[in-house]
């Protein structure tokens, strides 16, 4: 599946392949797509014994800021769906102010919400 969200001057894409019972999400946009961070995140149960949470694993290319977005994202649906989750970010914005920072945020939140809802 693809899911698309797009604001004036920012447009986030993200991609699914579902994998058996796993997930693989790749998050790209802005000026430059590109493949800046890898979180792979496992369910496990949460410490306060109600639902689930998640274990996560990053890998960060030297220099590169997209670790919130994806760590976020797959974290989100580990715990509200209870399956292993892959996802690659990489979203790129020459001189990005903190106000583009934070909508890219609430852009990726958006995208994760509508993946939630189709899984």
Do not use: F, W
């Not at 599946?1 to 058996?20: A, F, N, Q, S």
């Amino acid at each position: 599946m693809k899911y698309t969200v797009e604001r004036p001057g920012i447009k986030l894409i993200c991609e699914t392949v579902k994998m058996g019972d796993d997930l693989q999400l790749c998050l790209y946009g802005g000026e430059k797509p590109h493949i800046g961070t890898m979180v792979m995140s496992e369910p496990r149960g949460s410490l306060t014994g109600k639902g689930y949470s998640a274990t996560s694993s990053v890998i960060n290319r030297v220099s590169h800021k997209d670790e919130k977005i994806a760590r976020m994202m797959a974290e989100k649906i580990v715990s509200e769906k209870n399956i292993l989750v892959c996802c690659s970010a990489g979203v790129h914005i020459d001189n990005a102010s903190a106000d583009a920072l934070k909508l890219i945020l609430s852009m990726t939140e958006e995208l994760t919400c509508k993946i939630i809802s189709d899984i």
